[in-house]
């Protein structure tokens, strides 16, 4: 998919070759010189009439008639060099290789020294290259007899850079690439209908994840969370015909199975709201609430093609959340792996009550840090929007290392509290420990105050990712749909994790 150039040789053959350009065209004057005297310096001009936008984003082409061997120059703007950073060039490659693919471009180059500046070297700028080109590009086929996805795709980059080594950019390209795939199947796990995609499935895909990167693999069947005592998940299964499925996945990257990460993703594969059921709008689109563990799913492949020393447990609880005459009701007391009886007072809350046996069940595998992932609440939507995601813990520390992974993933998140008396609420039961639902106020942070008090004193995070999920339109870094959000995040946590004393 990838080659890199060291010596530029602006003979040789493309179809297309995209060069990043900043508003102020110093970097144009000082390393694109060489290519401008071949076009007897028009293109300085071009620029400089605004015939070559180098406004944030804008993409302008131009014909090289011959003068050299490609056969497009794509320019993408980059903006004023001060404001330059990772995000805004990811973004921009996005758009330029969604341009090229609108083109029906095969194969492309790209002229790497002219997308650096201060704060993005050659190999910052090279895994945005591979990153942006896998999510702009990427597409969920759907169903269609007739598809209209007649486009071309791209099948080759060719990368030029005399800036740093070959091989260094290399290296930069195939870890971009990786995380930009391990998002990518993230969203298509989530785009798939929950008809085409049940716990079983997921169980599979997990199945085949383990195979491909030798993970441990344990899938906990009913039988074994009846003798377990998973009352928790099992109560959410209850009025499914599918199977509900404990998924586990190991990588062990230490040598001793300590200061294990636990990953842990909300696999519900459609929820109905079970008798507390949903509304005829509300429902609609509930396919995607098994995104926290597509995200854990996304994030294990890029662990699995990266391989750092680390050891990660990944723990997906999934099942359908149906209505039937054997499905629990609100009233019922459930007690979940743990041992704690929960009160159940609305079944819609399902979500927390899969978790619960699912942080439990990650201590049970040695988890010493946990890190949930959820479309939890409707809440966090209204407190954050759509575009960032709701962050929660019960460990400081553990916190800043998830912020600075999300930071450098490009993907924004925002702390929301979890104080003494949000917990007193979800222990307000008369009759139980806990209850579910201690009604709509702060409701995102009821969520998660409820699987706090199943990671107790183990330090935890959680990521209500029910706004930033999906999005509904399309985007310079891919199509509405699924965005894989927390994916890069997470592979990135485990990679640069540092176990806290
Ligand atoms: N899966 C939903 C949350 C959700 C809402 C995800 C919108 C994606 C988009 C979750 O299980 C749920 O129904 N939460 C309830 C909680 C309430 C009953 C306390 C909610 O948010 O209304
Ligand atoms: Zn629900
Ligand atoms: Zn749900």
Avoid: C
Wanted: glycine share 10%; no cysteine.
């Amino acid at each position: 998919m990838f080659t890199v150039q060291n010596e530029i040789d602006f003979s040789t053959n493309h179809e297309i070759l995209i060069i990043g350009v900043f508003e102020k065209p110093v970097k144009f004057e000082e390393q694109l010189e060489n290519l401008d005297q071949l076009f007897d310096g028009y293109l300085t001009q071009l620029v400089k009439s605004g015939d070559i936008s180098a406004k944030r984003k804008a993409i302008s082409t131009v014909h090289t008639f011959g003068k050299i061997g490609a056969q497009r120059l794509l320019f993408v703007g980059l903006g004023k060099e001060k404001d330059f950073d990772f995000e805004i060039l990811r973004e921009a490659l996005g758009k330029a290789f969604n341009a090229a693919e609108n083109g029906r471009i095969t194969e492309a180059a790209v002229f790497l020294d002219s997308l650096i500046s201060t704060h993005v070297d050659p190999l910052d700028a090279a895994h945005a290259v591979s990153e942006a080109f896998a999510l702009a590009t990427y597409h969920f086929e759907g169903y269609k007899q007739q598809s209209n996805d007649g486009s071309k795709k791209i099948e080759k980059i060719t990368v030029l850079s005399e800036q740093a080594d070959g091989d260094e950019i290399h290296s930069s390209l195939t870890v971009g690439y990786s995380f930009g795939i391990g998002t990518n199947s993230a969203r298509t796990l989530v785009n798939l209908p929950s008809n085409m995609l049940t716990a079983t499935d997921i169980a599979d895909y997990a199945k085949e994840l383990g195979q491909e990167y030798d993970f441990e693999v344990e899938i906990l069947e009913k039988e074994d969370m009846l003798k377990l005592g998973m009352g928790a998940l099992l109560a959410v299964n209850q009025g499914s015909i599918e199977p509900p499925k404990m998924i586990v996945l190991k990588y062990q990257g230490k040598e001793e199975w300590k200061d294990v990460l636990g990953l842990v993703g909300k696999g519900i594969t459609f929820d109905t709201g079970g008798y507390s059921i949903k509304s005829k709008d509300g429902i609609v689109g509930m396919k995607t609430d098994m995104g926290g563990a597509a995200a854990v799913l996304g994030a294990m492949q890029i662990i699995g093609e990266l391989k750092p020393e680390q050891n990660v447990v990944a723990v997906i609880p999934s099942t359908d959340n149906m209505v039937s005459g054997g499905a629990f009701k609100p009233d019922d007391v459930i007690t979940s792996l743990s041992g704690k009886t929960i009160e159940v007072l609305n079944t819609d809350a399902e979500g927390r009550l899969v978790l619960a046996d699912a942080v439990t069940y990650a201590k049970h595998h040695g988890a010493s840090y946990l890190v949930d992932v959820a479309t939890l609440t409707g809440g966090v939507i209204t407190a954050l929007g759509n575009d960032t995601t709701g962050v929660f813990t019960n460990h400081e520390v553990l916190l800043e290392q998830v912020l600075e992974a999300a930071y450098e993933a490009g993907e924004p998140i925002w702390r929301l509290p979890i104080f003494e008396k949000d917990k007193e609420r979800v222990r307000g039961s008369k009759i139980a420990d806990l209850n579910n639902s201690p009604g709509r106020e702060g409701h995102a942070i009821m969520g998660a105050a409820f699987i706090g008090e199943f990671a107790e004193e183990t330090p935890w995070v959680h990521l209500d990712i029910a706004g930033t999920a999906t999005i509904n339109h399309d985007h310079e870094l891919g199509p509405a749909g699924a965005t894989g959000v927390m994916v890069r995040t997470l592979a990135l946590l485990v990679e640069r994790f540092e176990p806290i004393e």
